[in-house]
Structures are given as C-alpha cells and as structure tokens.
C-alpha cells in the first residue's frame, strides 16, 4: 500500500512538472494530492458514473473523460493553494497524463506482492 502510494505521488509530481497549468507546493504536497485523489476515485467517483451513465453511453464513454478532470477539479478544491489547477481543460490534461504516467511507473517499478 505504501509503495502504491509512493508511485502514485511520484506520477503526480512528474505530470504537475510538465504541464504548466497544474501546480504542486510545495513538492512533498503530493503525498496528501495522492491520498485524495485516491479517496475521492474510490469513493465519489463510482457515485457520480452510475449518475452519469446516461451520457456516457450516448457519448460512447468519452464522458468519462469529463469525470475524470472533475474529480481532479474536487481534488483541487479540497486541497487548496498548494495544488492548484488553472482551468477544466488543464484538469483534463493533468487526469490523462496522470493515467499514463501512473501506468509507465507501474510498468517500470512493479509490485514485489504480484
């Protein structure tokens, strides 16, 4: 558990550095972003897709992408100034790149449990 969340503040650090629009400060910050974010995808976000599976169906699941910047935008709000994200659409960005950088970190430090 604490090595997942390890790689997960580690792919918030890296995603915040490259995109201009999200912020993280100071660095350390993203530990607690992590534990939210985690929190917030276990707990808030299934609520929200079974309220939202109407649309996600008429869009083909593209709406999940909506979702997803969303609970980034939460995260922000409950977080406060030290992680900041600009817009909706640099929420998008940051919950792509998150995924992929999340699932590169994965791939080059695996679980020793697996």
């Known amino acids: 558990m604490i090595f997942r969340l390890i790689v997960s503040a580690l792919a918030v650090l890296i995603t915040a550095y490259a995109l201009d629009g999200v912020k993280v400060d100071p660095w350390w910050w ?19 897709k079974f309220f939202a599976l109407p649309i996600n169906i008429v869009t083909l699941g593209l709406f999940t992408f909506v979702i997803n910047a969303l609970m980034v935008e939460l995260a922000a709000w409950v977080i406060g100034p030290s ?12 919950s792509i790149a998150l995924t992929i950088v999340g699932w590169l970190l994965n791939l080059i430090l695996p679980d020793k449990k697996k």
């Not at 992680?83 to 940051?94: E, T």
């Open 30 to 48: 993203a530990v607690i972003i992590a534990i939210v974010l985690g929190f917030i995808n276990t707990f808030i976000k299934p609520i929200v």
């Open 83 to 94: 992680f900041q994200v600009d817009s909706f659409w640099w929420a998008m960005a940051f």
